[in-house]
């Protein structure tokens, strides 16, 4: 009987440790799955607890439970829903003010642009009236230089 009661003992410590290892490879997962986001201010630790089922328990002790759980999960998840309409609510506000100051940069770019454009109409005008001048000159020139 002792050693029966031995390879009991350790089949239960064995199976203990693979119960853990599994719930840890688990909380990794959940952790890794719910971590903290770089766009997020916070992260989420799942905590898993086992419940033992004892037969003397009455079922509405559990219901009871049960209610209050999904009570507060749907508290966790409407405050969940109205913290992330906020954070929309502030995207879309960045982004309009991003798209005002773009536009506004543009007509900027648009105004320099043309002004620039207009001085080179101004430059080239000048530049066509002294290259005439210098067309004349050299005329004149040519002219003198067969007189003499």
């Not at 410590?13 to 997962?29: F, G, K, N, V």
């Not at 209050?68 to 999960?73: D, F, K, N, S, Y």
């Not at 906020?86 to 991003?98: F, P, Y």
């Amino acid at each position: 009987m002792g050693d029966s009661y031995g390879k009991v003992l350790e089949k239960r410590i064995i199976t203990d440790s693979l119960t853990r290892l599994d719930m840890i490879s688990e909380a990794a997962t959940f952790l890794e799955f719910l971590s903290k986001k770089k766009f997020l201010k916070r992260g989420f630790l799942v905590l898993c607890e086992s419940l033992d089922s004892n037969d003397d328990d009455d079922d509405d002790n559990g219901c009871d439970d049960w209610e209050e759980m999904v009570i507060t999960l749907k508290n966790f998840i409407k405050k969940s829903e109205e913290v992330t309409q906020k954070e929309i609510n502030t995207l879309q506000q960045s982004v309009a003010r991003i798209e005002e100051k773009r536009k506004a940069r543009e007509e900027e770019l648009e105004g320099k642009i043309n002004g620039l454009k207009s001085e080179f109409e101004i430059m080239n005008e000048k530049t066509d009236k002294m290259f005439a001048l210098l067309v004349e000159m050299k005329q004149q020139f040519d002219a003198e230089q067969i007189k003499n």
